[in-house]
């Protein structure tokens, strides 16, 4: 088969090969800083608000910072639970000439949230965070009165309440290897605090910057660490010029994933070598995608005929005329595993003994040139 066309640039996100989600049944880990700003503080003593009287100036933004831990189920859905601290926010007032007030207020808490995530790029997500916060704020301060007339009075405040609120976040994930992720969050907390008891119950949003690792994200990949594997055979099918060589979709492709990894370029240009070396007359061909028995019927054929297509793409950027070549889905036909999986049990080992299952096959169909 001749080169005919000049090959495309193949765009960058496409050729890491990475996934912005974490590889399902995952953990995760981070921590994350940035701005963390206060709303709606008006500070109450003795259930009489003080803000406007006292003249209050307080100091709402403040450094935030966190810690949290996730679980990936699959691309889409996560859970996570964190700690943050939202920063101490000074405050001080005076009124008149005869009382002053000077404190601080503080919260930091627990958060449990569901995240729900939506690739925007091979390599970035969009997601939301939507849970629930239990917090706990502190207030301390003093009132110093009287001082003017030599009879000062100074009352401590040190208060401390505990609750839990709504949580909402909206956010960015870019994954820059498999395993290391950076995003980029901004999270409300509505209502944490007290004015019975802490003197203000504000709301908090926080922007932040945070890195995460993600464990085990090799698990399904194992044989793209490998050294390169020698380049398929093709097989001869009886009563026809046709060829077909059997690609491992562990090689093309991340788990659950239809873009090509960068070991599956390498591989698929080292195929193309060899097809270009073949030369059939009049030759064409068709990529077959194939899946495992995981999953429903309609996420499979959707999966097989991704992942047909992207190899199919790849070699028309390699230089196979587009009129030449096809793509076709095939799902969870002909699985050359048979029943040998049946009896395995456990997801991992399962998807583990899958694996032959998971392939692309490319047929050549052509005629030899009489010499």
Excluded at 96 to 103: C, K, R
Aim: glycine share 10%.
């Amino acid at each position: 088969m001749k080169k005919t066309a000049i090959a495309l640039i193949v765009a960058g996100f496409a050729a890491t090969g990475v996934q912005a989600a974490p590889q399902n049944n995952t953990w995760y880990a981070g921590a994350k800083l940035g701005w963390s700003a206060y709303y709606d503080t008006d500070l109450t003593i003795e259930g009489k608000s003080v803000t406007d009287a006292m003249k209050l100036s307080q100091r709402r933004n403040q450094v935030g910072a966190g810690a949290f831990v996730g679980y990936q189920v699959n691309p889409y859905i996560g859970f996570e639970m964190g700690y943050d601290w939202f920063g101490r926010m000074p405050y001080k007032g005076d009124e008149l000439v005869n009382t002053s007030l000077s404190g601080s207020f503080r919260l930091q808490g627990i958060q449990l949230a569901t995240k729900l995530s939506y690739p925007i790029l091979p390599s970035l997500d969009i997601y939301t965070r939507l849970g629930a916060m239990a917090w706990r704020a502190d207030a301390k301060g003093s009132v110093t009165s009287g001082f003017l007339t030599g009879s000062s009075q100074i009352t401590e405040i040190r208060k401390h309440d505990t609750g839990v609120s709504p949580l909402v976040a909206l956010g960015v994930e870019y994954a820059i290897t498999k395993s290391i992720a950076t995003r980029l969050d901004y999270q409300w907390v509505d209502n944490a605090g007290d004015t019975s008891s802490v003197g203000m119950r504000p709301d908090n949003g926080m922007l932040t910057l945070g890195l995460s690792y993600r464990f085990g994200q090799s698990d399904y990949t194992t044989s793209a660490a490998m050294p390169a594997a020698p380049l398929p055979q093709p097989v001869l099918v009886p009563g026809a010029e046709v060829r077909r060589f059997t690609l491992n979709s562990e090689v093309l492709f991340a788990f659950n994933k239809s873009v090509l990894r960068a070991e599956g370029h390498q591989e698929l240009d080292r195929l193309y070598a060899q097809l270009n070396s073949m030369d059939p007359k009049n030759s064409t061909a068709i990529v077959l995608g194939f899946t495992d028995s995981l999953g429903s019927d309609t996420y499979n054929q959707k999966l097989s005929e991704e992942r047909a297509r992207s190899v199919a793409a790849y070699l028309v950027a390699k230089g196979i005329p587009a009129d030449k070549i096809s793509s076709r889905g095939m799902g969870k036909a002909n699985p050359v595993t048979g029943t040998a999986c049946h009896h395995v049990k456990h997801r991992h080992a399962m998807i583990e003994c899958l694996a032959p299952d998971r392939r692309v096959d490319i047929e050549i169909h052509g005629t030899k040139e009489v010499r």
